[in-house]
């Protein structure tokens, strides 16, 4: 495995990581972490460090939906176009393209179930080329990007070894 997916694989886990530290972890040399990190970074590997929020922890009011939506895919552009158009809105969290029923998966966030309904309603229903959509309001998070939110829950599941 090269150095790049080791050092990604590092920064997955924890992005708040030195270079030294990540250095010490991997046998290498902190400049050449370094180096190669700032090489991720400029080639957009590392897009972004993200902080993972349990927002029901906090005073914050949030609500999110998954938005399913079905399109009809736009000559010479498929679905790009209009899953552009869908995620420069700033109640959109992600916009995946999908198999199946529907074809994007939309997370949007509002302070309340009426705002996201609004939007959907009046912002993203209305685009040209969607032909319907499917709202289904997050009610807990239980796992989110890996990370487990849930905290002193004892693992019930029977262990089997071979």
């Known amino acids: 495995m090269n150095i790049e997916v080791k050092v990604l694989e590092i920064l997955e ?3 708040k990581l030195s270079a030294e ?3 010490i972890m991997l046998g290498e040399n902190k400049e050449n972490i370094e180096k190669t990190i700032k090489k991720l970074e400029q080639d957009k590997v590392i897009v ?3 902080t993972i929020v349990n927002w029901e922890r906090t005073e914050k009011e949030v609500v999110e939906a998954i938005v399913e ?3 009809t895919p736009q000559r010479g552009f498929g679905y790009d176009a209009i899953a552009k158009r869908i995620y420069k809105f700033p109640e959109v969290k992600a916009v995946y393209l999908l198999s199946g029923d529907y074809d994007l998966h939309v997370v949007v966030e509002g302070k309340s179930m009426k705002d996201i309904a609004q939007f959907v309603g009046s912002k993203l229903a209305p685009l040209e080329y969607v032909l319907s959509t499917a709202t289904h309001f997050i009610m807990k998070k239980y796992k989110d990007a890996g990370v487990i939110l849930e905290d002193g829950e004892k693992d019930d599941r029977e262990v089997i070894t071979p």
């Open 13 to 15: 886990q924890n992005p």
């Open 21 to 23: 530290e990540i250095a």
């Open 48 to 50: 972004k460090y993200h």
């Open 69 to 71: 939506v079905k399109v």
